[in-house]
């Protein structure tokens, strides 16, 4: 059964640093991975998604890697705002059978101090 | 451009009672997800769809039923509700599995009492 680590649960810097968060699947066979921004009380938003045969994806301030062979991604934000205070989930597709949707990991809670 | 609507967007039952949660999409997308999210957790899969007529349970489906009849609507019942199933439900679609990322509803909030 695949599951999802997202390290850390909750992480809080100050305006302007970079940061990284870090998400560890079990399970290699999977079709993509996505990283997801959650606003509280909203639903999810597509931030980036890497397909299996793929490193990294970028989208403006944000880069993704994927290291499918040790079950790893990062998510990269550089230059952090206050605006990007927000949960973020790691979501994998998985390709070896079973149902064809998300598993998700539990989420890093970022906080950007002004 | 509306996306994935969900209704409605809050609501409390009593336990045994039944509801049915709506969703629809607009995107002509073949796949819909139902999820589930309890506070603290990631979403966990209740059913999902690759298309009209067709459905299959998830990791966490006992207690829920769903249909497809069109390729717009795939909406998500509840027969006898329970205190284990207040949550917050997310319906998703997406084009396809492999390539593109899916696409979520703002979610109904779901008190048992």
């Known amino acids: 059964k695949q599951e999802v680590t997202q390290i850390p649960a909750a992480l809080s810097v100050p305006e302007g640093e970079n940061l990284v968060l870090n998400c560890s699947f079990t399970d290699s066979a999977i079709y993509n991975l996505q990283w997801f921004r959650q606003d509280p009380g909203k639903g999810l938003t597509s931030l980036l998604l890497?397909?299996?045969?793929?490193r990294e994806q970028t989208s403006g301030r944000l880069n993704a890697s994927l290291d499918k062979s040790s079950g790893r991604s990062t998510l990269y934000i550089a230059a952090s705002q206050p605006g990007d205070s927000a949960t973020y989930l790691c979501a994998v597709s998985n390709s070896g059978g079973g149902a064809d949707g998300l598993t998700f990991g539990k989420g890093t809670h970022l906080i950007i101090q002004p | 451009n509306a996306g994935v609507t969900q209704t409605p967007k809050f609501r409390i039952l009593k336990i045994g009672q039944s509801m049915t949660l709506q969703c629809t999409q607009d995107m002509n997308h073949n796949y819909m997800y139902w999820y589930r999210q309890d506070p603290g957790m990631g979403l966990k899969l209740i059913y999902y769809s690759v298309g009209a007529g067709i459905t299959d349970k998830g990791e966490v489906p006992n207690g829920y039923n769903v249909s497809r009849s069109t390729t717009e609507d795939f909406p998500l019942r509840l027969e006898l509700a329970a205190p284990s199933q207040t949550s917050v439900y997310f319906c998703?679609?997406?084009?396809?599995?492999?390539?593109?990322?899916?696409?979520f509803g703002d979610g109904t909030r779901l008190s048992i009492l």
């Open positions: 890497i397909q299996s045969s793929q």
């Open positions: 998703a679609s997406s084009q396809t599995v492999e390539n593109q990322p899916q696409h």
